[in-house]
C-alpha cells in the first residue's frame, strides 16, 4: 500500500519559513517523479514545485520561485519543500505527489499517488 505523509505544515507569520517533508512508503521512491501542489479554500489546486527521479532540474510555480526549493532525499524516501519569505497568499493545504512515468511541472495535474495533505496558514 502506497503512503505519501506530509509534515511540518503551521502557522508563521509573513516573511517566515517552513520546511514541509513528505515521507513515502510502499514504493520504489527512486523511481518516481515527485511533486507539491497547494488548495486554498475557494481556489483550484496549484502546482508549486516538481523535481524528476534524477534531481537534475527542478520546476517551480512563478508564484513561489526565488522563495520555495524543493529537494528529494531518495536514501530517506523524502521529498521536502523549503519555503521562505512566505506571503498570506501562500496559505493552502499542501500536498505532495508521485508519478512513476511523467515529471510533475507546470501544467501537470494528475499523478499516480497523492498525500492527505499539511495545513500551511501565514499571517500577515
Known amino acids: 500500500q502506497v503512503q505519501l505523509i506530509e509534515s511540518g505544515g503551521g502557522l508563521v507569520q509573513a516573511g517566515g519559513s517552513l520546511r514541509l517533508s513528505c515521507a513515502a512508503s510502499?514504493?520504489?521512491?527512486?523511481?518516481?517523479?515527485m511533486g507539491w501542489f497547494r488548495q486554498a479554500p475557494g481556489k483550484e489546486r496549484e502546482f508549486v514545485a516538481g523535481i524528476p527521479r534524477s534531481s537534475n532540474w527542478r520546476d517551480y510555480a512563478d508564484s513561489v520561485k526565488g522563495r520555495f526549493t524543493i529537494s528529494r532525499d531518495n536514501a530517506k524516501n523524502r521529498v521536502y519543500l523549503q519555503m521562505n519569505s512566505l506571503k498570506p497568499e501562500d496559505t493552502a493545504v499542501y500536498y505532495c505527489?508521485?508519478?512513476?512515468?511523467?515529471?510533475?511541472?507546470?501544467?501537470?495535474?494528475?499523478?499516480?499517488?497523492r498525500g492527505q495533505g499539511t495545513q500551511v496558514t501565514v499571517s500577515s
Open positions: 505527489a508521485a508519478d512513476l512515468t511523467r515529471m510533475i511541472q507546470v501544467g501537470v495535474y494528475s499523478y499516480n499517488y
Open positions: 510502499g514504493l520504489t521512491f527512486s523511481n518516481y517523479h
